[in-house]
Each structure stands twice: as C-alpha cells, then as structure tokens.
T-cell receptor
Framework: AQSVTQLGSHVSVSEGALVLLRCNYS??????LFWYVQYPNQGLQLLLK??????LVKGINGFEAEFKKSETSFHLTKPSAHMSDAAEYFC????????????FGAGTRLAVHP | DAMVIQNPRYQVTQFGKPVTLSCSQT?????MYWYQQKSSQAPKLLFH???????NEADTPDNFQSRRPNTSFCFLDIRSPGLGDAAMYLC??????????????FGSGTQLSVL
C-alpha cells in the first residue's frame, strides 16, 4: 500500500536560512509525488509535483524538491526562508485505486523566526 | 476568480444533531472530494464524486454521507455527530485527466466543533 512519511512534525529555521523538509514514500506503482502547503486558516494548495520527468522539480515561492529513487525520498527545500513561508507542509502520493485520490503525510509545521 | 468555496467557515453542532457542510466550485471540475483533517493530522479522504458517481472509502463511517445535486455543489452530511467527528473538513476538486495526476484545488475548509 502507498504511504508517505514526513520526518519531523515541527521544523524551525531563521529567516534567510535553508529550509529542508523531509518526505519518504512507499509505493508499488511508478511514483507521482506532491507537496502541498497549508497556510493558517486556509485550504491546501499545490507547491509542486513530480511526474516521472526531471528529478529536480521547481515549485512556487522558490521551493524545489528532488526525487531520489534509491532513497525513496522527495525532500522539499528552499535556499532562503522567508517569514511568509511559515505554514504546514504535506507530502502526498496517489492511491493506487484512484488517480487523483491522495494519501497525505502527517505534515510538517514550519516556523520561521527573525 | 474561479475557486472552491466552503460554507460556513466555522460550524458548531450538538452531539447527535445532524449537520450539513457545503461546498461549491466554479471550476467546472467533474471530480469532488471530501477530506477530514483532525488537529495535527494528515487530511484523510472520506469519499469522492466522479460526476454523479459516489465513491466511498472503505473505512469511512456510515455516519458520513454526501450529496452532489449538480456539478457545482457537494454536501457532506453527518447524521449523528460524535465528539470524535470534530475536525476540519476540506472540500477539493480536480479534473478528470485519464490517468494523469492533476492537482487538487482545495477550499478553505469548515472547522466543525461538536458540543
């Protein structure tokens, strides 16, 4: 069965520091992987997705993620954190039973301090 | 702007009193989903509609029902809410993409409290 594991429920960085949010997946089908972000009091929105093309995927707001098959990982990074990046981030993988049905990881709450 | 709208933003109900949450979309997407997100947990898929076809997840309790009277609207009915049903309920939509993984468009959610 498909699953995603996000290491670290809370990550705190200084403004301007590197952001690294970890996601490992378990999938029996060719992986399609997603990162969604949830700002306070809002719904989720897509940051980026991997669909078996380039292994380095660029998303919105300066985020990118690298697919590493050997490590079954899809970690999210941003070179320089901004205060506005404070949010909850979810890694997700589709359910095999339905193309657009997603299984989400437990989420990582990113805090950015001055 | 085209979007997914959920009303109300906050809903308070009493234990055992039926409650309905609503979702509307202007994207003309044929697939609509309901997710339940409890505090500090991942969103969990309850069910989805592919056009008028209803698809329930195996572990969704019978207490949860849904209606989709037309393309634009979808409702989540909780017949007898329990304390454990307090959560954020997220509506999402997507296009049917014949095997491609389209992104989901989410509403802002309805935060349900059960007293």
């Amino acid at each position: 069965a498909q699953s995603v594991t996000q290491l670290g429920s809370h990550v705190s960085v200084s403004e301007g520091a590197l952001v690294l949010l970890r996601c490992n997946y378990s999938s029996s089908v060719p992986p399609y992987l997603f990162w969604y972000v949830q700002y306070p009091n809002q719904g989720l929105q897509l940051l980026l997705k991997y669909t078996s093309a380039a292994t380095l995927v660029k998303g919105i707001n300066g985020f990118e993620a690298e697919f590493k098959k050997s490590e079954t990982s899809f970690h999210l990074t941003k070179p320089s954190a901004h205060m506005s990046d404070a949010a909850e981030y979810f890694c997700a993988v589709p359910l095999a039973s339905g193309y657009n049905k997603l299984i989400f990881g437990a989420g990582t709450r990113l805090a950015v301090h001055p | 702007d085209a979007m997914v709208i959920q009303n109300p933003r906050y809903q308070v109900t009493q234990f055992g009193k039926p409650v309905t949450l609503s979702c509307s979309q202007t994207l003309n997407h044929n697939v609509m989903y309901w997710y339940q997100q409890k505090s500090s947990q991942a969103p969990k898929l309850l069910f989805h509609y592919y056009d008028k076809d209803f698809n329930n997840e195996a572990d969704t309790p019978d207490n949860f029902q849904s209606r989709r009277p037309n393309t634009s609207f979808c409702f989540l009915d909780i017949r007898s809410p329990g304390l454990g049903d307090a959560a954020m309920y997220l509506c999402a939509t997507s296009r049917d993409s014949e095997g491609l993984f389209e992104k989901l468009f989410f509403g802002s959610g309805t935060q349900l409290s059960v007293l």
